[in-house]
Structure formats: C-alpha cells, structure tokens
C-alpha cells in the first residue's frame, strides 16, 4: 500500500514538472473526447484567415495520462498541431505536429504536401472545427 502511495505521489509530482506544451501559448479549452482522457485546447491568436474558406490555428491535445501511438517509440503526453481547415468542406490537413514525450523531449515533424481528413462529428474534434470556422 505504501509502495503504491509513493509511486502514484512520485508521478503527479514529476508530471507537475513537466514542461508546457508550446510554452507561453495563450490555451483556451475547448473540450473532451467521450471518454474524458483527452483535452483539447486552442491558441486563439494563431487563428489566421487565409482566403474565404481556409483558416489556419494551433491547437494542443492534451492526454490524462500519456500514450502509445503507433508511429512513435516513446510515449506522448501531449501534441501540438497547426492545421488549414476548409470551413467550408469540413476537412483540416496538418502543417506542423509536435509531439511531446513522457521522457521530457519534444518532436516536430513538418507536412509540405499534407494529406486533408474530413472532420469527425465528435466531440472535441468537431467543437474544435466549430471555434476555428465560426470566428471573425
């Protein structure tokens, strides 16, 4: 019992330690997957509008606890992505992601020739595309 008390005080402390997902970023939340292990956030002053349909924001998906994705090695707590979103069509590409890891490192990967994905019409992605497109 004493064992798992240290552990579980030894990681809330060292997860408090961990640095901020994209620094001094101003992050509004937006909301929660169904399951409540993952928070979604927006930098509202990186919401440009490129042309009529298209505007383009960083966003930050935040996990309870961290993660395996599959096309990673280490696991995730959090990840930042700057994306197009065509308001119009419902679809977003990705520009940029950076990834951070539970070991206190960070990687970015860029997309020149992303691919676009519809949105999904579940909460937080869709409450996300809702505040992207509806600001002025």
Known sequence: MKKS???TIFLTLWS????DPAGSSDWIFIGKSKVGNLSVF????????????VVKSC????????ISLSN????VYAVVA?????????KY???QLTFYYADGTKETE?????????????????????YVCTQE
């Open 42 to 53: 927006i930098d509202k002053e990186s919401i440009i509008q490129i042309s009529e349909d």
């Open 59 to 66: 966003q930050k998906f935040s996990y309870v606890k961290p």
């Open 5 to 7: 008390l240290f552990i």
């Open 72 to 75: 990673h090695q280490k696991s």
């Open 93 to 95: 590409n990705n520009l």
């Open 82 to 90: 700057c994306r197009e979103w065509n308001c119009d069509e419902a």
């Open 16 to 19: 408090l330690s961990l640095p």
């Open 110 to 130: 860029n997309y020149q020739y992303a691919l676009w994905h519809y949105v999904r019409h579940d909460p937080p992605e869709f409450d996300l595309f809702e």
